[in-house]
C-alpha cells in the first residue's frame, strides 16, 4: 500500500509564503512524476507544477515566477515554495504522485493523492 502525506498548508497574508511538502511511503519501485494540483470551491482540479524523475518541470502560467517545485529523490518528498500569494491561491493542494509498483503479474503503473492540504490567501 502506498501513501502520500501532505504537510505545510495554512492561513497566510496575500504576499506571503508558504511551503508544501510530500512524502511517499509504501511498497513501490519507483517514483517518475510527482507534482501539485489544486482545487477551489466550485472549480475543476487543476495542475500547479509537475516534475519527473528526470529532472524536466513544468508550471501553471498562474504561478511562474511566484511557486517553484523541486524534488529529494532520496527521501521520496516534492515540495512545493509558495510566494507572492495571492487571494485567488486559496484551493484545496493536492499531491499527485506516479509510481511502479508490485502487481499481481508484474510490476504496473499505478497513479496516488494525498490527502489534501488547506491553503488560505486573506487579509
Known amino acids: 500500500q502506498v501513501q502520500l502525506v501532505e504537510s505545510g498548508g495554512g492561513l497566510v497574508q496575500p504576499g506571503g509564503s508558504l511551503r508544501l511538502s510530500c512524502t511517499a511511503s509504501?511498497?513501490?519501485?519507483?517514483?517518475?512524476?510527482m507534482g501539485w494540483y489544486r482545487q477551489a470551491p466550485g472549480k475543476e482540479r487543476e495542475l500547479v507544477a509537475g516534475?519527473?524523475?528526470?529532472?524536466?518541470?513544468n508550471y501553471a502560467d498562474f504561478v511562474k515566477g511566484r511557486f517553484t517545485i523541486s524534488r529529494d529523490n532520496a527521501n521520496n518528498t516534492v515540495y512545493l515554495q509558495m510566494n507572492s500569494l495571492k487571494p485567488e491561491d486559496t484551493a484545496v493542494y493536492y499531491c499527485?504522485?506516479?509510481?511502479?509498483?508490485?502487481?499481481?503479474?508484474?510490476?504496473?503503473?499505478?497513479?496516488?493523492w494525498g490527502q489534501g492540504t488547506q491553503v488560505t490567501v486573506s487579509s
Open positions: 516534475t519527473t524523475s528526470g529532472g524536466q518541470i
Open positions: 509504501g511498497s513501490f519501485f519507483r517514483i517518475n512524476a
Open positions: 499527485k504522485a506516479d509510481m511502479v509498483v508490485p502487481g499481481g503479474y508484474g510490476p504496473s503503473a499505478a497513479r496516488y
